[in-house]
C-alpha cells in the first residue's frame, strides 16, 4: 500500500503540448492605381464672323464677310452668310451662296446687290453651319493681293477695279472656283470687296484678277478661293 503511493507520487506532472508559432504574415503587395488621362477638350464647332463690310459704286453694292472655322477636326458644311444691308429708307436682306470651311480655315464671303442696294450705309452679317463633318477638306490658299483702280477712278460714288493674285490648292481641273477679293483701309475695316466665279486650271496653282468695289482707295487687298458645290 505504501508502495503504491510513493509511486504515483513520483510520476511528475504532464507535460503540456508544445504550441504551434504563427507563420509572419507576408506584406500586402502594392496595388498599381491607374492615373486617369485628361479627357481631350471638347471640339469647338463654331463658324465665327472676323469682320465684315461692303464695297459700292455706283448702283452695285458687295456685302462682304470674313469667316473662320474655330473646329481642329471638323469641317463647317453648307455655311449661309446672310447680310442685312441698311439703307436710309430701311433695311434689304440678301444670303450668299453656301459654302464649306476646312478646320482652321478663313474665308472671305460675298454677295452682288444691286439696286435693292443702292445707297447702303452699312451692314451686318450672320453665319449659320448646315452641318459638321468630321476630318478635313481641300483648301484654296490665297493671300495678299494688288489693287488697281479702274477707269474712271473714282466713279460717282466709290471705286471700281481690279484685285489680282495668285492662289493654290489641290483643286481637280476644270472645277468650278469661286475667288472672292476683300480690301480694307489703313485701320483694318472693310471697305470693298468683289466676286469671280472661274474654272481652275490643269496646275496646284492659278492667277485671278477679280472685279472689285471700294467705297474708298483701300490700303490692302486680299485673295481668296473655294470650290463651287
Given at each position: 500500500m505504501a508502495l503504491l503511493l510513493t509511486v504515483a507520487g513520483c510520476g511528475g506532472s504532464t507535460p503540456r503540448p508544445a504550441t504551434a508559432t504563427p507563420s509572419p504574415t507576408p506584406p500586402a503587395s502594392a496595388t498599381a492605381t491607374a492615373t486617369?488621362?485628361?479627357?481631350?477638350?471638347?471640339?469647338?464647332?463654331?463658324?465665327?464672323?472676323?469682320?465684315?463690310?461692303f464695297g459700292a459704286y455706283d448702283l452695285q453694292v458687295y456685302p462682304i464677310a470674313v469667316l473662320h472655322n474655330l473646329a481642329s477636326?471638323?469641317?463647317a458644311s453648307q455655311v449661309i452668310v446672310s447680310f442685312t444691308v441698311k439703307l436710309s429708307s430701311g433695311t434689304h436682306q440678301l444670303s450668299a451662296e453656301p459654302v464649306s470651311l476646312a478646320p482652321g480655315e478663313t474665308l472671305g464671303v460675298t454677295a452682288?446687290?444691286?439696286?435693292?442696294?443702292?445707297?447702303?450705309?452699312?451692314?451686318?452679317?450672320?453665319?449659320?453651319?448646315?452641318?459638321?463633318?468630321?476630318?478635313?477638306?481641300?483648301?484654296?490658299?490665297?493671300g495678299a493681293a494688288s489693287w488697281s483702280c479702274g477707269s474712271p477712278c473714282p466713279g460717282s460714288r466709290g471705286y471700281q477695279g481690279d484685285v489680282t493674285g495668285s492662289l493654290s490648292g489641290k483643286v481637280p481641273a476644270g472645277m468650278l472656283v469661286g475667288y472672292t477679293s476683300v480690301c480694307v483701309n489703313s485701320g483694318g475695316a472693310i471697305v470693298g470687296g468683289g466676286l469671280l466665279p472661274a474654272v481652275w486650271p490643269d496646275a496646284s496653282s492659278a492667277s485671278a484678277s477679280v472685279p472689285t468695289l471700294v467705297t474708298t482707295q483701300p490700303a490692302s487687298c486680299q485673295l481668296y478661293g473655294t470650290e463651287v458645290s
Open positions: 486617369a488621362s485628361p479627357s481631350p477638350a471638347p471640339e469647338n464647332q463654331q463658324v465665327t464672323i472676323v469682320s465684315f463690310g477636326a471638323h469641317t452682288l446687290c444691286t439696286d435693292s442696294c443702292d445707297g447702303a450705309t452699312g451692314v451686318q452679317a450672320a453665319a449659320t453651319v448646315g452641318s459638321w463633318v468630321a476630318g478635313g477638306r481641300s483648301v484654296i490658299t490665297g
